[in-house]
């Protein structure tokens, strides 16, 4: 029994960050994170502080700050103040200045989640009028999915609000309850298009080498030197690093890209997103290693990579240096056995001249709670992923 309600219980929990996952991964977060699911033992809004019996068995306690967010199957979740005792959760987090900070707290109560109906399928068809639309599954069978005033609905863009936003050919994933009359009704709809999918993209990456913005299309050279050409829709999602990317006008030719895209049925490539940057700004190299520092010199250090090999760079003022807590900032705050991620030149003698360095001590010297060892979470079970 335990084991049928944690799965119902991680359904609707990851079901409910649909709306707000792609935000979530786009956040720079500094630090080790850390996903965990259990029961909160207690909440003190004082200290802003949670307290989580993990299903590993570990008591965890956790920090909430203004940033953290709140969500629940139900909507009953803003804050901190809203938790209770004997909520489910998901906590995601991370490890900082020795404590644990919770970034997002998505919780479900027990009894609500051990009844429910997962049915995932293609829509067919809504009718606003009766409450209902149809799903049909994979194996042709058509269900009828009814809902009520309080039916939540959700999409990864946030545009699916209600019954009337919903539209044939979309892929949907309903968690319902089924009534006494045998008829299911919807708790939570999570729909959209089946371009938007992971695993219906392809991934192309390359040298933009044309854009068409009256057309909507683009046209990149892949490594292997294949050009190939993108029509974009007002679904493609456009980003870059440094915000500049927004639409297809701020395609410039010369950009690296990398897309991921829908093949029609008429053999177009539809781009589902656009992930741009001027090369300029992310300077190339020869080489690209990673490894254990073991010896530092007079501007140059070594390196031993898993393999056993041994690897000598030298560095310089126009040399990069970064590191996730911000504290390698140059080459004199490099130390030996940091764990390093190079990128380098080759020069003409055959040594190495570092580009860029990433650079910060191995995950075990990291500060951490002695209770709240990262190390010691086993990894969440995997979660039927919904295609």
Do not use: C
Request: no cysteine; aromatic share 6%.
């Amino acid at each position: 029994m335990k084991g049928k309600v944690s799965k119902a219980l991680l359904l609707v929990l990851v079901l409910s960050l649909a709306v707000v996952g792609v935000a979530y991964a786009e956040e720079d977060v500094t630090g080790d994170r850390i996903r965990v699911v259990g029961e909160i033992t207690g909440v003190d809004l004082v200290a802003s502080t949670f307290s989580l019996h993990a299903w590993s068995g570990m008591d965890l306690r956790f920090f909430a700050t203004h940033s953290t967010r709140f969500r629940s199957s139900d909507g009953s979740v803003h804050e901190l103040s809203d938790l209770e005792v004997g909520m489910r959760a998901l906590v995601i987090g991370v490890e900082r200045d020795g404590g644990l900070v919770a970034l997002m707290v998505v919780t479900a109560k027990l009894d609500n989640v051990s009844d429910r109906v997962r049915v995932f399928g293609e829509i067919t068809g809504a009718v606003s009028v009766g409450g209902s639309f149809s799903l049909e599954k994979r194996g042709g069978e058509v269900v009828t999915i009814q809902t009520n005033e309080r039916t939540r609905f959700r999409s990864r863009d946030g545009l699916i609000q209600g019954l009337d936003d919903l539209e044939a050919g979309m892929v949907a994933l309903a968690i319902a309850v089924e009534q006494e009359d045998g008829e299911l009704l919807a708790l939570v709809i999570a729909a959209g298009y089946k371009e938007d999918l992971p695993d219906n993209l392809r991934k192309f990456q390359g040298e933009i080498i044309g854009v068409v913005p009256g057309q909507g299309i683009f046209t990149l050279t892949t490594r292997e030197g294949e050009a190939i050409t993108f029509q974009t829709s007002d679904r493609t999602r456009f980003r870059s690093r440094d915000g500049s990317v927004t639409d297809i006008n701020d395609l410039k030719k010369g950009m690296i890209a990398l897309v991921g895209a829908l093949q029609t049925e008429e053999g177009t490539l539809l781009a589902g997103f656009v992930t741009a940057w001027n090369p300029a700004n992310h300077p190339g190299v020869d080489v690209r290693a990673s490894g254990r520092i073991v010896s530092l010199g007079d501007r140059s250090f070594t390196i031993e990579t898993r393999g056993g090999d041994r690897m000598t760079f030298s560095v310089d003022g126009s040399t990069k240096f970064r590191s996730r807590d911000g504290s390698v900032k140059g080459f004199d705050d490099l130390q030996v056995w940091m764990i390093a991620i190079v990128g380098a030149n080759e020069l003409g003698n055959g040594d190495l001249k570092a580009v860029w360095v990433g650079a910060g001590k191995p995950a075990g010297e990291r500060p951490t709670l002695d209770s709240n060892r990262l190390e010691e979470h086993p990894p969440l079970r995997e979660v039927e992923p919904i295609t």
